[in-house]
T-cell receptor, first 117, second 111 residues
Framework: DSGVTQTPKHLITATGQRVTLRCSPR?????VYWYQQSLDQGLQFLIQ???????AKGNILERFSAQQFPDLHSELNLSSLELGDSALYFC????????????????FGPGTRLLVL | LAKTTQPISMDSYEGQEVNITCSHN???????ITWYQQFPSQGPRFIIQ???TKVTNEVASLFIPADRKSSTLSLPRVSLSDTAVYYC????????????FGDGTTLTVKP
């Protein structure tokens, strides 16, 4: 158990709909990352938040948005869903101490499996 | 950011030592090298991290040559449960969020 929780575990929805995925980081971790992993694909970095602020952006579609709240939990919003958005969505967290020099370990949650029909 | 290149797949047998090499020719001075393991339908899990020379923990060893343009993850005496995808990640604290996992190496351990 990494200490990162994600809800829901599974989500089935229809094209055109909007869903929200939730992530609670490990206690004390300030940084949250979101990744998308399609079937038999590698991990695609979407976005990172650090202490409530957007820190880095990857290949995140304009239909997707995220935020990190004062209690440090994060939500990933996916709208106008398409069949191709079906994937595993992972959240990861890290302490992320700026100036530490090394790359902080990312602790991954169990993921949310999204199926768009 | 340093782009990484790994073999797509590798096969091994139980009890053998497995070495997976990652190329990162344009690694930056501040970059560290981190390896993760991922089982199907689970999130990746940290294995080991290093900056130069050799790092060893209870799970694996990481060998990094002086020029740091590549690294080798060594798994001693693999078992069937080591069948997984292994990712090499290169980055530092200034670009951590943009580090990409790439396609990884699928290791299959056979009995």
């Amino acid at each position: 158990d990494s200490g990162v929780t994600q809800t829901p575990k599974h989500l089935i929805t229809a094209t055109g709909q909007r869903v929200t995925l939730r992530c609670s980081p490990r206690s004390g971790d300030l940084s949250v990352y979101w990744y998308q992993q399609s079937l038999d694909q590698g991990l695609q970095f979407l976005i990172q938040y650090y202490n409530g602020e957007e820190r880095a952006k990857g290949n995140i579609l304009e239909r997707f948005s995220a935020q990190q709240f004062p209690d440090l939990h994060s939500e990933l919003n996916l709208s106008s869903l398409e069949l191709g958005d079906s994937a595993l969505y992972f959240c990861a967290s890290s302490v992320e101490r700026p100036g530490a020099g090394y790359q902080e370990t990312q602790y991954f949650g169990p993921g949310t499996r999204l199926l768009v029909l | 950011l340093a782009k990484t290149t790994q073999p797509i797949s590798m096969d091994s047998y139980e009890g053998q030592e497995v070495n997976i090499t990652c190329s990162h020719n344009n690694i930056a001075t501040n970059d560290y090298i981190t390896w993760y393991q991922q089982f199907p339908s689970q999130g990746p899990r940290f294995i080991i991290q290093g900056y130069k020379t050799k790092v060893t923990n209870e799970v694996a060893s990481l060998f990094i040559p002086a020029d740091r343009k590549s690294s080798t993850l060594s798994l001693p005496r693999v078992s069937l449960s080591d069948t997984a995808v292994y990712y090499c990640l290169v980055g530092g604290d200034t670009n951590a969020g943009k580090s990409t996992f790439g396609d990884g190496t699928t290791l299959t351990v056979k009995p």
